[in-house]
């Protein structure tokens, strides 16, 4: 099916730029190579300006030199590796400044901290926190901050599976 909905895109791009009033510019939203042919016709042929956005490290090298400008976008994984950095940050920040105990922090105080500290969207600090509750990186336990306290539910580092991921040096 793919394949098929590929041809009917290039056939519409190849008509559009056959008609007599065609774009300057055609902005091509893939890194799939079945597209170079049609980049190459626009720029090389009919002298039009071909700008391409995919995925990094997806885009097709023969469809990259075909477009007339490439612009990157990161991968989720990047962006949710930056994320995950900047929570490892935050509890080494906490361990230092809390020598005597184990860090820990609620889910909704480290969303926050990290998303103002690092200027990030709140949604995208609560995806990769999530996902690091999923890879093992995070444990949620149970923690009474003061004896005359309840228990609340916090999030501690599980270091031994922070350093095997690459996310933090002793």
Request: net charge positive; aromatic share 10%.
């Amino acid at each position: 099916m793919k394949d098929m909905s590929d041809v009917i895109i290039l056939d519409a791009i190849y008509r559009q730029a056959a008609a007599r009033r065609s774009p300057q510019t055609y902005v091509l939203f893939t890194g799939d190579g079945h597209f170079q042919p049609v980049a190459r016709y626009l720029t090389q042929d009919l002298g039009k300006r071909v700008e391409l956005y995919g995925i990094r490290g997806s885009i097709s090298r023969a469809l990259r030199e075909a477009s007339s400008e490439v612009f990157e976008i990161p991968a989720e994984d990047s962006l949710l590796w930056e994320c995950f950095q900047y929570i490892v940050a935050d509890y080494n920040r906490i361990a230092l400044n809390h020598a005597n105990s184990d860090p820990f922090a609620t889910y909704q105080s480290l969303v926050t901290r990290v998303a103002r500290n690092n200027r990030l969207p709140k949604e995208r600090v609560e995806m990769a926190v999530s996902e690091m509750v999923n890879r093992g990186w995070l444990t949620r336990k149970k923690h009474r901050v003061a004896y005359d306290k309840p228990m609340i539910n916090v999030l501690m580092p599980e270091w031994d599976e922070l350093i095997a991921a690459g996310l933090h040096k002793p």
